[in-house]
Antibody, heavy 124, light 103 residues
Framework: EVQLVESGGGLVQPGGSLRLSCAAS????????MNWVRQAPGKGLEWVSY????????YYADSVKGRFTISRDNAKNSLYLQMNSLRDEDTAVYYC?????????????????WGQGTLVTVSS | EIVLTQSPGTLSLSPGERATLSCRAS???????LAWYQQKPGQAPRLLIY???SRATGIPDRFSGSGSGTDFTLTISRLEPEDFAVYYC????FGQGTKLEIK
């Protein structure tokens, strides 16, 4: 079964840092690009970041550029999101999602499957 | 940056009816990258349609996608009770969503 499981969420103060992880199983992780998508409470979906299978291509949403860093470890079948200088508006459920577009392009492709999400709350 | 605008914001229909959801892009986009997702409360989104008109694995054939250029449509031919949810279109970034509710 193809599965993604996020972890690492929690409560953090404004200006703090947090590292999210996403464990992949059931497919050849090293063959797929991956993404992070977030959803603030009661709001819509916001794409956050993309990383190609070899980590050679990385994109960020403007809202997180310079503060968040996406990475992956293909040997560990894991995706990461290092979040620094966190703000109140970063409060959201963070999902990792596999990118099904078979080539690297200027934008992410379509996402399937998604993990169950991990909640990040930024508050003092 | 391309902005996707979905309409209506909320659609109230009854089971058995036909639902038509719209997604309009601020500039012409490649239909190859246009996708639709369904999200139910407390759940992760689920891919329904990719490449504007291809159904994802396991998606019932009452779901169909169409369109090109700047205008795309998700159609649910006959609504089942489990179809009432929020729907998002995506091309890189996401539209703001359409909530499909029971009338």
């Amino acid at each position: 079964e193809v599965q993604l499981v996020e972890s690492g969420g929690g409560l953090v103060q404004p200006g703090g840092s947090l590292r999210l992880s996403c464990a992949a199983s059931g497919f050849t992780f090293s063959s797929y690009s991956m993404n992070w998508v977030r959803q603030a409470p009661g709001k819509g979906l916001e794409w956050v970041s993309y990383i190609s299978s070899s980590s050679s291509t990385i994109y960020y949403a403007d809202s997180v550029k310079g503060r968040f860093t996406i990475s992956r470890d293909n040997a560990k079948n894991s995706l990461y999101l290092q979040m620094n200088s966190l703000r109140d508006e970063d409060t959201a459920v963070y999902y990792c999602a596999r990118d099904l577009l078979p080539v690297v392009t200027a934008i992410p492709g379509w996402f399937d499957p998604w993990g169950q999400g991990t909640l990040v709350t930024v508050s003092s | 940056e391309i902005v996707l605008t979905q309409s209506p914001g909320t659609l109230s229909l009854s089971p058995g009816e036909r639902a038509t959801l719209s997604c309009r892009a601020s500039q012409s986009v490649s239909s190859s990258y246009l996708a639709w997702y369904q999200q139910k409360p407390g759940q992760a989104p689920r891919l329904l349609i990719y490449g504007a008109s291809s159904r994802a694995t396991g998606i019932p054939d009452r779901f169909s996608g169409s369109g090109s250029g700047t205008d795309f449509t998700l159609t649910i031919s006959r609504l089942e009770p489990e179809d009432f949810a929020v729907y998002y279109c995506q091309q890189g970034s996401f539209g703001q969503g359409t909530k499909l509710e029971i009338k």
